[in-house]
């Protein structure tokens, strides 16, 4: 089975802070992609990757970055958090765009 | 709005009974995809039907695409408890490596 391991299920942070999310994937994907979901929002995409050192912008990636240096490993960074940033963050990977997502378990990021 | 819509927002019914619960979307797609999300964790996909099939079945699970309506089903019988969760469906449009997620349908399965 895929497995797509976040790096923290839970995690508190300061305005104005930098934090890294990170996530791992065990099956060698291409493609890999960060979510953020809010209540009554859904799941909105942050930013995607389809290989090594690339990326693209999703529908909201303001306020955000990414990193791709290792094709398992994908990070999402807040570079000055700030509240509306608090939210549940979902990693995702999958082998390539015609087939389905696997889902890390989330993490439940505060920002105080 | 957002390009899959689910309906109905919530739904609540007793074990044994089947649930069914309906997505829109609005521009052509390539497949759809339904997931599951149990409270508190990642999403957990179910069936992926593809923009030239019209229906797919996996266990207990029956899915239905209407291209011409835009619009999905996904029917779920003999429901049990542990089918307690949100229900989101996913499109894929034709051009594209994204999936665009709708707000999901919250089902409630009572013993």
């Known amino acids: 089975d895929v497995k797509v391991t976040q790096s923290s299920r839970y995690l508190v942070k300061r305005t104005g802070e930098k934090v890294f999310l990170e996530c791992v994937q065990d099956m060698d994907h291409e493609n890999m992609f960060w979510y953020r979901q809010d209540p009554g929002l859904g799941l909105r995409l942050i930013y995607f990757?389809?290989?090594?050192?690339?990326?693209e912008k999703g529908d909201i990636p303001e306020g955000y970055s990414v990193s791709r240096e290792k094709k398992e490993r994908f990070s999402l960074i807040l570079e000055s958090a700030s509240t509306n940033q608090t939210s549940m963050y979902l990693c995702?990977?999958?082998?390539?765009?015609?087939?389905?997502?696997?889902f890390g378990d989330g993490t439940r990021l505060s920002i105080l | 709005s957002q390009q899959g819509e689910e309906d109905p927002q919530a739904l609540s019914i007793q074990e044994g009974e089947n649930a069914t619960m309906n997505c829109s979307y609005k521009?052509?797609?390539?497949?759809l995809q339904w997931y599951r999300q149990n409270s508190g964790r990642g999403l957990v996909h179910l069936i992926l039907?593809?923009?030239?099939?019209r229906e797919k079945h996996s266990g207990r699970l029956r899915v239905t695409l209407d291209t011409s309506k835009k619009s999905s089903s996904l029917l779920i019988t003999a429901s049990r408890a542990a089918d307690t969760a949100s229900y989101f469906c996913a499109t894929r449009q034709a051009a594209g490596n994204k999936l665009t997620f709708g707000g999901g349908t919250r089902v409630l399965v009572k013993p």
């Open positions: 521009t052509s797609i390539n497949n």
């Open positions: 990757s389809y290989d090594v050192k690339m990326k």
């Open positions: 995702a990977s999958s082998f390539n765009s015609n087939q389905p997502q696997h």
């Open positions: 039907i593809r923009s030239n099939e």
